[in-house]
């Protein structure tokens, strides 16, 4: 299980020994990075045992960090680290998107929201008291990165939390398809790193299909709104294929749940029949628009549909996949493992996901190499080898 990128970490030491402080709700993804970390440095000393001095503090049986946010009965909290992090290369952990996580509050069971995530990522940071060399945060999902722009009097409420992040000296901030990338202009001269699970996707895709024929004849990704032809683009781009947009026709003269609603999704491109398509983006919250978008691809005779998110919210539940499943409108649903997964969609035949425990702390092992994370963020080299190996 060897890291990709021996040569860069041979020739170059750790700015400092490592840590990972996984937040509650983030132990499952936590281990895993850990454990590829513990491998990917064992084989490293094998060839180069002069990686084991101390002077490095480089091989441990364990990177993970004995911390926790322990609440009081009025739901107050605070941070506490169970060992010492002074010198550390400190790297948190925390996925918003865990409402799995509860506490009491009164006696009453109240499920852990963004805003209380948020909340423990900065009580563990104030724990550390500045004494770590130096502290990432990795947020898979950007806490409030929805609400990228202001249109009204509105807050926003992601870039103040960036700059709040900073000023507590958060060196660098690491998430994932940012749903706007234009978010990292709230603090330009400070480590923001977006990241894409571009060859995840493929591989996880590959494997649920691994007859899947990669051309024009027989294959298209489609962005389902205007927001996504980055990612679409770059997707057929590297595959060689076409690629078609849905667009949203909103009602702006209504306002429902906080937002105009979708009067119809209009389609540009070429045709889908009897092609398979994968419908691209960057999450699936309540799935809706998603979903109309598999049905009128069907319904212009597409073959078979695959979508791939990056985030699986699944906010009003599942019963509506379901339903599309059964109506054969979804073939498959891709999504990674970098936000909570109910044991009710693993378990779902449509379902299946896209590992990052590995890239993730490929991307670690980096960053504690001060190595430039272009090393691990371009996988089109990875890409082109997949294809290779399946067509």
Not at 66 to 88: A, I, N
Not at 262 to 282: R, T
Request: glycine fraction near 6%; aromatic fraction near 10%.
């Amino acid at each position: 299980m060897a890291n990709l990128n021996l040569d860069y970490l041979v020739h170059s030491v750790p700015v400092a020994p490592l840590k990972i402080c996984a937040l509650p709700g983030c132990e499952t993804l936590a281990y895993t990075i850990d454990r590829f970390l513990v491998e990917f440095r064992k084989n490293l000393i094998k060839s180069n045992p002069e990686k084991q001095s101390p002077l490095f503090g480089y091989f441990s049986d364990t990177y993970l960090l004995d911390c926790e946010c322990p609440r009081f009965g009025t739901g107050e909290s605070k941070g506490q680290l169970m060992e010492s992090v002074r010198g550390m290369d400190l790297f948190i952990l925390v996925d918003i998107c865990n409402y799995s996580v509860t506490y009491k509050l009164n006696g009453h069971i109240n499920h852990m929201s963004p805003d209380d995530h948020y909340q423990n990522l900065k009580r563990i940071i104030a724990a550390t008291t500045g004494k770590p060399h130096r502290i990432n945060v990795i947020m898979p999902f950007l806490y409030e990165s929805r609400q990228h722009k202001r249109t009204a009097r509105e807050s926003l409420d992601c870039a103040v939390a960036l700059q709040e992040l900073n000023n507590m000296e958060v060196s660098n901030i690491l998430t994932f398809d940012a749903h706007d990338p234009r978010l990292m202009n709230a603090i330009p001269l400070h480590g923001f790193e977006i990241f894409f699970p571009t060859y995840q996707f493929l591989k996880a895709l590959l494997k649920c299909v691994p007859d899947l024929q990669i051309d024009n004849d027989h294959l298209m990704i489609i962005s389902p709104d205007e927001g996504a032809m980055s990612r679409a683009v770059y997707f057929a781009n590297i595959l060689g294929v076409n690629m078609g947009m849905f667009y949203k026709r909103r009602n702006y003269s209504v306002m429902v749940n906080g937002k105009n609603p979708i009067v119809a999704h209009e389609f540009l491109g070429d045709s889908v029949f009897k092609k398979n398509v994968v419908i691209i983006d960057d999450m699936i919250s309540s799935g809706e628009s998603m979903l109309d978008v598999a049905k009128q691809l069907k319904e212009r005779g597409a073959k078979d549909v695959f979508i791939c998110t990056t985030f699986g919210l699944f906010t009003n539940g599942l019963d509506k996949f379901d339903e599309y499943y059964q109506k054969g409108y979804i073939a498959k649903i891709i999504t990674t493992d970098l936000t909570y997964r109910t044991p009710d969609l693993i378990a779902r035949p449509w379902y299946a996901p896209a590992e990052m425990g590995k890239y993730v702390a490929n991307i670690i092992d980096i960053l504690n190499h001060d190595i430039s994370v272009d090393t691990v963020r371009d996988t089109t080299e990875k890409i082109n080898k997949l294809l290779n190996k399946y067509c």
